[in-house]
């Protein structure tokens, strides 16, 4: 697991740009901000997902679990946030809480957050703020597409010392932020220490659900049906019913009486995934199903869910779960009865 340590004052952001000229339709800057408007458009729709995720049973359980587990607070949050994600949360650090309402402190943690994120893209990893306090985030993808992160800690590694809280202090007060010093030194002096073994095994527990998380991520996608067109509905009823055969997108389309551009583009719109980046993800989670039968080979699995070689099956099966089929029968079969 990698980690860093935010810079004491952390460079701040540049702001009141220049305006510059509009692109014109045909230009690569057009096409750029056509592309970034479609990431705009991603990212609101995997907000949408890490809110469906967070209401789920599953993650509620292991919020609960993991707190009363280790002692550390723990949040889920969208690539993009602009908020402190461990806020409010049970178990936040004394000290972050009360930091937390100024906003000049406030400012310099969201900022640590983002360094956090960047740094947590490929892998979990652990920052140290400026006041001595670490964090760990640890990616959770929908298939290969970062979709947010589960975050914890806002401890010391080690007992803080009254040095380094006078080097806080004098931190603060060059800021400018108005603080209770003894409430402050109350606060900082009573945040959780655990060791950096604990830490990591803490990190190492959310790793783990990330991966499951993905997994619900897959089927959340499948199964999202919240006051879509009734043409959307009927087409993916048609789907499921012969998502085994070399079904085509047009086929669809015909089934539900619309042309197929406009089933494309319909499709996309309410659903978020294209007709057949769908039709794959609902391929693998019958899949998985099958797979906890040690009797079936990965071959006979792969055909009898619709795909017509091996090796699309394999690629496509750990582009959407982030595992090989292999792997993922590994973790579910008891060693001795895979076929």
Same mark, same amino acid.
């Given at each position: 697991?990698?980690?860093?340590?935010?810079?004491?004052?952390?460079?701040?952001?540049?702001?009141?740009?220049?305006?510059?000229?509009?692109?014109?339709?045909?230009?690569?800057?057009?096409?750029?901000?056509?592309?970034?408007?479609?990431?705009?458009?991603?990212?609101?729709?995997?907000?949408?997902?890490?809110?469906?995720?967070?209401?789920?049973?599953?993650?509620?359980?292991?919020?609960?679990?993991?707190?009363?587990?280790?002692?550390?607070?723990?949040?889920?949050?969208?690539?993009?946030?602009? $908020?402190?994600?461990?806020?409010?949360?049970?178990?936040?650090?004394?000290?972050?809480?009360?930091?937390?309402?100024?906003?000049?402190?406030?400012?310099?943690?969201?900022?640590?957050?983002?360094?956090?994120?960047?740094?947590?893209?490929?892998?979990?990893?652990?920052?140290?703020?400026?006041?001595?306090?670490?964090?760990?985030?640890?990616?959770?993808?929908?298939?290969?597409?970062?979709? @947010?992160?589960?975050?914890?800690? $806002?401890?010391?590694?080690?007992?803080?010392?009254?040095?380094?809280?006078?080097?806080?202090?004098?931190?603060?007060? @060059?800021?400018?932020?108005?603080?209770?010093?003894?409430?402050?030194?109350?606060?900082?002096?009573?945040?959780?220490?655990?060791?950096?073994?604990?830490?990591?095994?803490?990190?190492?527990?959310?790793?783990?659900?990330?991966?499951?998380?993905?997994?619900?991520?897959?089927?959340?996608?499948? $199964?999202? @049906?919240?006051?879509?067109?009734?043409?959307?509905?009927?087409?993916?009823?048609?789907?499921?019913?012969?998502?085994?055969?070399?079904?085509?997108?047009? $086929?669809?389309?015909?089934?539900?009486?619309?042309?197929?551009?406009?089933?494309?583009?319909?499709?996309?719109?309410?659903?978020?995934?294209?007709?057949?980046?769908?039709?794959?993800?609902?391929?693998?989670?019958?899949?998985?199903?099958?797979?906890?039968?040690?009797?079936?080979?990965?071959?006979?699995?792969?055909?009898?869910? @619709?795909?017509?070689?091996?090796?699309?099956?394999?690629?496509?099966?750990?582009?959407?779960?982030?595992?090989?089929?292999?792997?993922?029968?590994?973790?579910?079969?008891?060693?001795?009865?895979?076929?």
């Amino acid at each position: 697991m990698s980690e860093t340590t935010v810079p004491l004052f952390p460079t701040p952001r540049i702001a009141n740009r220049p305006a510059v000229p509009q692109p014109s339709a045909a230009s690569p800057v057009a096409r750029t901000v056509s592309a970034s408007c479609e990431t705009k458009a991603c990212s609101r729709s995997d907000n949408s997902l890490v809110e469906a995720l967070t209401r789920s049973t599953v993650y509620q359980e292991y919020e609960r679990a993991f707190t009363d587990t280790t002692g550390m607070p723990v949040s889920l949050r969208p690539v993009e946030s602009w $908020q402190l994600p461990l806020h409010g949360k049970r178990h936040e650090a004394p000290y972050c809480a009360y930091m937390s309402q100024k906003s000049r402190a406030c400012s310099s943690c969201l900022q640590m957050q983002e360094r956090l994120s960047q740094a947590a893209v490929d892998g979990p990893h652990t920052a140290v703020c400026p006041a001595g306090l670490s964090e760990t985030a640890v990616p959770v993808r929908l298939g290969d597409r970062l979709v @947010g992160f589960l975050q914890t800690g $806002q401890v010391f590694r080690k007992k803080p010392t009254e040095k380094q809280f006078e080097n806080t202090a004098a931190m603060v007060d @060059g800021w400018g932020v108005d603080v209770d010093r003894s409430q402050m030194k109350e606060a900082y002096f009573g945040t959780r220490v655990v060791s950096q073994k604990q830490q990591d095994s803490a990190a190492t527990l959310l790793k783990i659900f990330a991966q499951h998380l993905s997994m619900l991520s897959n089927q959340l996608v499948v $199964q999202q @049906g919240n006051a879509e067109p009734p043409v959307i509905t009927k087409a993916k009823q048609y789907i499921k019913d012969h998502q085994t055969e070399e079904l085509r997108l047009g $086929q669809v389309a015909k089934a539900v009486n619309t042309s197929s551009f406009y089933f494309c583009k319909m499709f996309k719109k309410v659903t978020k995934v294209n007709f057949t980046d769908y039709l794959a993800r609902l391929r693998i989670e019958k899949a998985k199903d099958l797979l906890l039968n040690p009797n079936l080979r990965i071959s006979e699995i792969a055909y009898e869910v @619709g795909f017509q070689s091996l090796t699309h099956f394999n690629r496509v099966f750990k582009r959407v779960l982030g595992q090989a089929p292999t792997e993922y029968r590994t973790r579910l079969v008891p060693a001795g009865h895979h076929a």
